[in-house]
């Protein structure tokens, strides 16, 4: 059974930073593109990040870039995104899931087939 267990969201004053990790079980982390993304009330779901398994490529969306860094870890089949200098407008639900198929998922994570539950970011100012 597929399972994506996220954790390490909190509360951060703005500027600070978090790392949030994507547990997996039922699958290995570096056979699939694993995708971060994430929801604001009353905002549509984003895209993140994301890592392919099919050539270790990342993605990363315009209002992140630079300042989170997503990572897989084998030994521990988690999948991590490091978030620094962050703002308030980083405050969301941040979630993590799975592309099966790798090729249709492409660089962006599209497609994903399994979602966490779902861990809260919030940025005080």
């Known amino acids: 059974e597929v399972q994506l267990v996220e954790s390490g969201?909190?509360?951060?004053?703005?500027?600070?930073?978090?790392r949030l990790s994507c547990a997996a079980s039922g699958f290995t982390v570096d056979d699939y593109a694993i995708g971060w993304f994430r929801q604001a009330p009353?905002?549509?779901?984003?895209?993140?990040?994301?890592?392919s398994s099919s050539?270790?490529?990342?993605?990363?969306?315009d209002s992140?870039?630079?300042r989170f860094t997503i990572s897989s870890d084998a030994a521990s089949?988690?999948?991590?995104?490091?978030?620094?200098?962050l703002v308030p407008e980083d405050t969301a639900v941040y979630y993590c899931a799975v592309?099966?198929?790798?090729?249709?998922?492409?660089?962006?994570?599209?497609d994903v087939d399994y979602w966490?539950?779902?861990?809260?970011?919030?940025v005080s100012s």
């Open 77 to 85: 089949n988690t999948v991590y995104l490091q978030m620094n200098n």
């Open 42 to 51: 009353g905002k549509e779901r984003e895209g993140v990040s994301c890592i």
């Open 99 to 110: 592309a099966v198929d790798v090729v249709r998922a492409g660089p962006y994570c599209n």
């Open 64 to 66: 992140v870039k630079g």
């Open 55 to 61: 050539d270790g490529s990342t993605y990363y969306g």
């Open 116 to 122: 966490g539950q779902g861990t809260q970011v919030t």
């Open 9 to 18: 969201g909190g509360l951060v004053e703005a500027g600070g930073s978090l």
